[in-house]
T-cell receptor
Framework: SAVISQKPSRDICQRGTSLTIQCQVD?????MFWYRQQPGQSLTLIAT?????????ESGFVIDKFPISRPNLTFSTLTVSNMSPEDSSIYLC??????????FGQGTRLTVV | KQEVTQIPAALSVPEGENLVLNCSFT??????LQWFRQDPGKGLTSLLL?????REQTSGRLNASLDKSSGRSTLYIAASQPGDSATYLC???????????FGPGTRLSVLP
């Protein structure tokens, strides 16, 4: 299994500002994933964070809005840039183990005012 | 393209009842399927992972089954308790990847 620590757990931010979310895993993993869960909705994949190369973004998500870093095999950050109230969501970091079981952090609950 | 649906969207039952949550997926070429629990405003807790070679998996009062041919999975909760109240999410792998497509979830309320 994998233990994922995600920080901050929640934040309230002013529109137009940026927030960086950190994700730390207790073991080395090849791929880390960032998901967004809008209020009342299910999870949507934002991007795959690859170590040593640029992140791979899903349709509807762009690097300028959601820049991702992956400096090593245990750590990644997601930045939500130039925030608007529509960015209010829970953001979740995830990894897959060798058996392809997925594990999630506790999420970051973001409110943009 | 993998799509996942879940029924019912919401369920309210008295304590002690046995219940079944349903999940359907469109791409049956999956190598596993996973069930999660999510408490309000929180992250996801993995409940059960079923490999494609398995037909079911059990953990305590939870039992999950998988029928790849019909594109269905069920989560059975025995003797439900108020502490089981949460949203239950089903997730199937995306084609060719290690990430998942999630269903919309079933919001369960178990009344004391």
């Amino acid at each position: 299994s994998a233990v994922i620590s995600q920080k901050p757990s929640r934040d309230i931010c002013q529109r137009g500002t940026s927030l960086t979310i950190q994700c730390q895993v207790d073991s080395q993993v090849t791929m880390m994933f960032w998901y967004r869960q809008q209020p009342g909705q299910s999870l949507t994949l934002i991007a795959t964070a690859n170590q040593g190369s640029e992140a791979t973004y899903e349709s509807g998500f762009v690097i300028d809005k959601f820049p991702i870093s992956r400096p090593n095999l245990t750590f990644s950050t997601l930045t939500v840039s130039n925030m608007s109230p529509e960015d209010s969501s829970i953001y979740l970091c995830s990894v897959a183990s060798g058996s392809t079981e997925a594990f999630f952090g506790q999420g970051t609950r973001l409110t943009v005012v | 393209k993998q799509e996942v649906t879940q029924i019912p969207a919401a369920l309210s039952v008295p304590e002690g009842e046995n219940l079944v949550l349903n999940c359907s997926f469109t791409d049956s070429a999956i190598y596993n399927l996973q069930w999660f629990r999510q408490d309000p405003g929180k992250g996801l807790t993995s409940l059960l992972l079923i490999q494609s070679s398995q037909r079911e998996q059990t953990s305590g009062r939870l039992n999950a089954s998988l029928d790849k041919s019909s594109g269905r999975s069920t989560l059975y909760i025995a003797a439900s308790q108020p502490g089981d109240s949460a949203t239950y999410l089903c997730a199937a792998p995306r084609e060719g990847g290690q990430n998942f497509v999630f269903g919309p979830g079933t919001r369960l309320s178990v009344l004391p």
